[in-house]
């Protein structure tokens, strides 16, 4: 197993699951029966490394499926490992548990910090036995919903078609193409809403019901603890979304009536807004092999650590990036652990989504690169706020090279950019407060909930204006966005770690040096230290104390003013 092995050499082989669900048992009680800190610690490593091997497994078997779905052989290794995978989930609870009771925890916080500690003791607040019929019903709900929603079939242009489907008509430069594209997609999700009401009605009784058998007034406290969120709570949200209603919500605004001007549209309309260039989206100027090259040129040239590694992913075969028959949909970083090798997929199609590959799934891949050789994969494990700082940054430190990958179109890439990480922030915050809403208040209706979001939707995205479309003007849009029914409170994640990524942004603009040594440290660090403690660590502001959100935007917006305008239109 040499850690410079290809990706094609990397053994697949099935694990004996029984045998290894054994040996994974045999070491909880080697903890439980250990008579030293040294002891628990070994038997610690032990159990990492039995699942580590797991997790490669399991990684390889998925990768190789995903990159094509009618290989016979990896798409029934891929059921296998569905079917064995469940009665693997206890054991990191379990083991946490074991070191949290165990007379020798604080050997294992003087050795690994007691960061760790608070990570283990954060993951026992989300299960007692008492809920497992809850959790069942919890899964059977969220894959009712994605079920529900994976079966769209829209007849629009002469072809029946899923929602995805229907971006390029909603994006269309045509007008009435978008319009008539946004009422049918959003009719059919209309159409669908008493079912989508009944799921979310339920998921919020069985997440109360949680909340209440796990000690809680309600599931908020529960929710936080399933983030891994150590070190803030719903104050924290709460002051935090007040400073986006008034630093963020004006600029974003202002940025809306630009493009109203700049499409020369006076009475802009919801489906309007999914255009933001008359002359169309910035598109990357080549195919696979031109773009992973500029990649590599750029990363050389960005820091001796990025070359390094996008080197390893290119001569290790470590991406498969273009779209093809039989490969499945969508894009992912993961990471095989026994070879010490991230794994970048994606499906490239020409849009500028093939460049935020380069960048923000390789930010990912960069963070698991530079964290290869942690001793215990728990210390490596962070929270979602944390691991999306290393992608949306490395998409901002990568600005100086976009010259080689838009070409004629960069303007228009800078601008864009910029300007969708700043329109993103009020409508994360959005679902944010209708959630916290909603689970403080279980037993309000379907139509209150709605009603609710309406007002919210007011203060933050005042500029929409929905045309009459009942299912909108009532307050129901949050139902297309998956996390509110699969992910409950994640969403404010993103737009922390976009808060984080924008200061990046203005201060690698100062002092690349100081800015880029700092990143450096925020891969390094992630997992040892929580969110708050790592950013001021790193010299970030905390993007929950007031008056930081309002210390950056300035530098935004004389960015933006000073692009040049005319090859923005
Ligand atoms: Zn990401």
Known sequence: ??????????????????????????????????????????????????????????????????????????????????????????????????????PYRQDVAAKYGEHLLEKYEIQRKTFKPEIINDLQEEN???????????????DFEGEKRNLSGMTPFMQSTDRDMRRRASLASWGWIAAQQDKLDDIYNQLVQVRHRIGQKLGYDNFIPVAYARMGRTDWNQQDAQAYRAQIVESVVPLAQKLYKEQAARLGIEDMKFYDYSLTFTTGNPTPKGEEAYLVEQARIMY??????????????????????????????????????????????????????DVDVLTHEAGHAFNGYLQRDVELSDLADFTSEVAEIHSMAMEFFTHPWMKRFFKEDTTKYYYDHVVSAIQFLPY?????????????HPDATPAERHAQYRLIEKKYMPHLDYDGVAYLEQGARWQKQLHLYLYPFYYLDYTLAQMCALQYFTWDMQDHEAA????????????????????????????????????????????LDGLDKSTIK
């Open 516 to 559: 880029w040594a700092s990143y450096l440290n925020v891969c390094k660090r992630a997992g040892r230290v929580p969110f708050k403690k790592l950013v001021l660590e790193v010299g970030l502001k905390n993007p929950f104390e007031h008056g930081t959100i309002a210390s950056i935007t300035p530098a935004l917006e004389k960015y």
């Open 140 to 154: 059977r709900l969220t894959s009712e919903y994605q079920k529900l929603m994976a079966s769209a079939e829209i």
């Open 300 to 353: 050389e040239e960005l820091s001796p650590q990025t070359g390094e590694f996008f080197n390893t992913m290119i001569d290790r075969n470590l991406m498969d990036l273009t779209t093809k028959p039989g490969k499945a949909n969508g894009g992912y970083m993961t990471f095989f652990s026994d070879y010490k090798a991230p794994f970048i997929f994606s499906n490239f199609n020409g849009t500028s989504g």
């Open 428 to 440: 994360g915050a959005s679902v944010d407060e209708l959630q916290e809403w909603v689970y403080e």
């Open 1 to 102: 197993m040499s850690i410079n092995t290809k990706f094609e050499d990397m053994v697949y082989q099935r694990p004996d699951f029984d045998g290894l669900y054994a040996a994974m048992k045999g070491c909880l009680q080697e903890m439980e029966g250990a008579q030293s800190g040294d002891e628990l610690i070994a038997v610690m490593l032990k159990l990492d490394k039995l699942s580590r091997n797991l997790r490669t497994m399991r990684s390889l078997c998925h990768v190789r499926y995903t990159i094509n779905t009618k290989d016979e052989f990896y798409a029934a290794e891929h059921d296998v490992f569905n079917q064995a995978l469940p009665r693997f989930g206890e054991f990191g609870a379990e083991a946490a548990r074991i070191v949290l009771e165990s």
